[in-house]
């Protein structure tokens, strides 16, 4: 199909080529007992100002079981992961109008280790009386997979970043590492 992606290439010739997916032992496919047991139940924002990217990205995200909630601005972002709050992870698009995707990751971050200087002070609100450490995962969503790109979403502190339309590997590989990776809200 076109256009033509990396992963999806490389998928059809490991099919072609009777290889097998290290994953779900599958040819070539990530199935979505694995994506769906790492997303099953998980509460993820996802940001983007585009109507039909935000549906495209929150059916996706659903398709694997999360629990989706949609927000068209990094305003409303900030103002949803303001900690404490519910969510496991958000979806980040990094180019909107009005406040990109990077400006709104510096501020969560900037809240989060606010609320971070607190708790080590032992004045946590009470919904955080069990939390160490708050940090939420953030994913940018770009069209634009280049490196400096990569460069600019890590010096935010983002997680890590998928490309718009997600792929089934890639989106696998980024959560994992992620959900796996990351003492986020506890």
């Known amino acids: 199909m076109k256009p033509l992606r990396a992963s999806m290439l490389q998928a059809s010739l490991r099919r072609a ?3 097998v997916d290290k994953v779900n032992g599958k040819n070539g496919v990530v199935g ?3 994506l769906g047991s790492l997303l099953h139940k998980r509460q993820i924002i996802v940001v983007d100002d585009n109507v039909v990217n935000l549906k495209v990205a929150a059916g996706a995200l659903k398709k694997y079981g999360a629990e989706v909630i949609c927000a068209d601005s990094g305003k409303k972002a900030i103002a949803l992961l303001k900690p404490p709050h519910s969510f496991d992870a958000c979806f980040m698009d ?3 109008p009005e406040m990109d995707g ?4 510096k501020r969560i971050r900037m809240m989060e280790r606010e609320l971070n200087e607190r708790i080590e002070r032992g004045e946590a609100p009470p919904e955080c009386a069990n939390v160490r450490r708050w940090r939420t995962p953030i994913l940018a ?3 634009d997979v280049i490196q ?4 600019q979403c890590l ?3 983002m997680d890590g970043y998928v490309s718009k339309p997600f792929e089934g590997e890639q989106l696998y590989r980024e959560v994992t590492r992620f959900f796996q990776s990351h003492d986020h809200v506890q």
């Open 155 to 157: 010096k935010c502190e």
């Open 148 to 151: 400096a790109t990569c460069e």
């Open 102 to 105: 990077f400006e709104a990751t």
């Open 17 to 19: 080529l009777g290889g």
């Open 94 to 96: 990094i180019q909107m």
């Open 32 to 34: 979505n007992s694995a």
């Open 141 to 143: 969503m770009t069209a």
